[in-house]
């Protein structure tokens, strides 16, 4: 029994030390001593700073001066759309 908690301790060293994770791309605008943030959400594969999300980001962060984020959205077999200024 013992043997076998050691085989599976170091089974779950192994795994876990070979596991990772990456930020996703993402925009921010600061919005200095402001105390209020805005999250955006949009839809699958699309960029942060969409037709809508970055004109409604820009929006809050220039007329309500809040931190604003949006984070891309990962999904498996999106295509992200080629983004746009």
Not at 32 to 44: D, E, M
Request: hydrophobic fraction near 40%.
């Amino acid at each position: 029994m013992r043997r076998l908690k050691t085989l599976l301790g170091a089974l779950m060293l192994l795994i876990a030390g070979t596991a990772s994770a990456q930020m996703p791309a993402g925009e921010y605008l600061d919005g200095g001593n402001s105390k209020v943030a805005a999250i955006l959400a949009h839809g699958q594969g699309l960029t942060p700073d969409g037709n809508v999300v970055g004109p409604l980001r820009r929006s809050l962060h220039r007329e309500l001066a809040i931190h604003t984020l949006s984070l891309r959205s990962l999904c498996a077999g999106c295509y992200a759309v080629t983004r746009r200024r």
